[in-house]
């Protein structure tokens, strides 16, 4: 059981029943009460490691009696599975002894079968309910491709700025790589962005084609959010960055000029190729 009906493969190498179920915008105490009485029938319950899953499923075990295990990324028994910690820095390798097990998995790590769920597996969560001490006021939409979907991420760090630099200078990058923006925490921290758009250990988890890290030192914290991105591309003017160091392509460089001219760069290719 998972929410976002991605899922990974071996942890149901064998399984004999399986249900995806579908959060929708429900309230994390709602989710963890319904989910702890829910899933007393199933083996397994898995959630996405991002803030969502990492809210409401250490929540619903606590309330299951069950110990939760966090950012796994790998199984090789049914019992035996691999997480980071230390911010991705080390991979502990676990034995659970519970019948059942409960976590939280990285997504990037593992092949989505969620094209493969027939319907009826399918599981709603409640929506709405009445919980003791919570009033929704409202919901707001964020809409636009997420971090998760993107196969191209353009990251901005606290170099930016400011809030209408890190839009102005960004954007128009993340729009002829068709990607979206991404953010430091530092990025975030000082308001240049919003806190969905932060990738790191206590932000999002991915591991889109191509991470543009602009302005971005390359702190562990960071770096534990986006590591597994295919192609890491760093304009920094510190050629000694971590985030140079890592990078496939490290450009040593101011970002107020390099990102416009790679912007130019990009039309003047698209213009050559396409004779837009
Ligand atoms: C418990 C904990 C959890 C954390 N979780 C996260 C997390 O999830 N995500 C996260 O990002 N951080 C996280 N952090 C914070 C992290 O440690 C760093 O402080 C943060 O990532 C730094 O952000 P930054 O790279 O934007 O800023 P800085 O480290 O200040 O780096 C700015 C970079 O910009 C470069 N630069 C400056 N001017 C220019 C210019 N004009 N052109 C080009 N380059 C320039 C500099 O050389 C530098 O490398 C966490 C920290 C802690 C303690």
Same mark, same amino acid.
């Given at each position: 059981?998972?929410?976002?009906?991605?899922?990974?493969?071996?942890?149901?190498?064998?399984?004999?029943?399986?249900?995806?179920?579908?959060?929708?915008?429900?309230?994390?105490?709602?989710?963890?009460?319904?989910?702890?009485?829910?899933?007393?029938?199933?083996?397994?319950?898995?959630?996405?490691?991002?803030?969502?899953?990492?809210?409401?499923? =250490? /929540?619903?075990? +606590?309330?299951?009696?069950?110990? %939760? #295990?966090?950012?796994?990324? !790998?199984?090789?028994? &049914?019992?035996? $599975?691999?997480?980071?910690?230390?911010?991705?820095?080390?991979?502990?390798?676990?034995?659970?002894?519970? =019948? /059942?097990?409960? +976590?939280?998995?990285?997504?990037? %790590? #593992?092949?989505?079968?969620? !094209?493969?769920?027939? &319907?009826?597996? $399918?599981?709603?969560?409640?929506?709405?309910?009445?919980?003791?001490?919570?009033?929704?006021?409202?919901?707001?939409?964020?809409?636009?491709?997420?971090?998760?979907? %993107?196969?191209?991420?353009?990251? !901005?760090?606290?170099?930016?700025?400011?809030?209408?630099?890190?839009?102005?200078?960004?954007?128009?990058?993340?729009?002829?790589?068709?990607?979206?923006?991404?953010?430091?925490?530092?990025?975030?921290?000082?308001?240049?962005?919003?806190?969905?758009?932060?990738?790191?250990?206590?932000?999002?988890?991915?591991?889109?084609?191509?991470?543009?890290?602009?302005?971005?030192?390359?702190?562990?914290?960071?770096?534990?959010?986006?590591?597994?991105?295919?192609?890491?591309?760093?304009?920094?003017?510190?050629?000694?960055?971590?985030?140079?160091?890592?990078?496939?392509?490290?450009?040593?460089?101011?970002?107020?000029?390099?990102?416009?001219?790679?912007?130019?760069?990009?039309?003047?290719?698209?213009?050559?190729?396409?004779?837009?």
């Amino acid at each position: 059981m998972i929410d976002d009906g991605s899922t990974p493969e071996t942890a149901f190498a064998g399984a004999t029943r399986r249900r995806v179920c579908a959060t929708p915008p429900a309230d994390v105490i709602t989710l963890a009460a319904w989910l702890a009485t829910e899933a007393s029938g199933y083996d397994d319950v898995l959630a996405a490691a991002d803030s969502n899953g990492k809210d409401w499923l =250490p /929540r619903a075990a +606590a309330l299951a009696g069950v110990q %939760a #295990f966090s950012d796994v990324i !790998g199984f090789s028994a &049914a019992d035996i $599975l691999q997480r980071a910690i230390y911010a991705g820095d080390l991979i502990e390798t676990v034995q659970s002894h519970q =019948p /059942r097990l409960w +976590a939280t998995v990285r997504t990037a %790590a #593992f092949a989505s079968l969620a !094209g493969d769920l027939p &319907a009826r597996d $399918l599981l709603h969560a409640p929506s709405t309910a009445s919980v003791p001490g919570i009033r929704v006021l409202g919901r707001q939409a964020q809409g636009g491709l997420s971090l998760k979907d %993107a196969r191209a991420l353009v990251a !901005g760090g606290r170099a930016l700025a400011s809030a209408d630099n890190f839009i102005a200078v960004l954007q128009p990058l993340a729009e002829r790589l068709g990607g979206v923006l991404a953010a430091s925490r530092a990025a975030v921290d000082a308001g240049y962005a919003p806190n969905s758009w932060q990738v790191g250990q206590t932000g999002q988890i991915v591991a889109p084609e191509v991470y543009v890290a602009v302005g971005i030192s390359g702190a562990a914290q960071h770096v534990a959010g986006m590591r597994d991105s295919s192609l890491i591309i760093a304009i920094n003017t510190d050629p000694d960055a971590p985030m140079m160091r890592l990078a496939d392509i490290a450009w040593q460089a101011d970002l107020f000029d390099a990102v416009p001219a790679l912007c130019a760069a990009l039309d003047g290719y698209c213009s050559r190729n396409t004779g837009l």
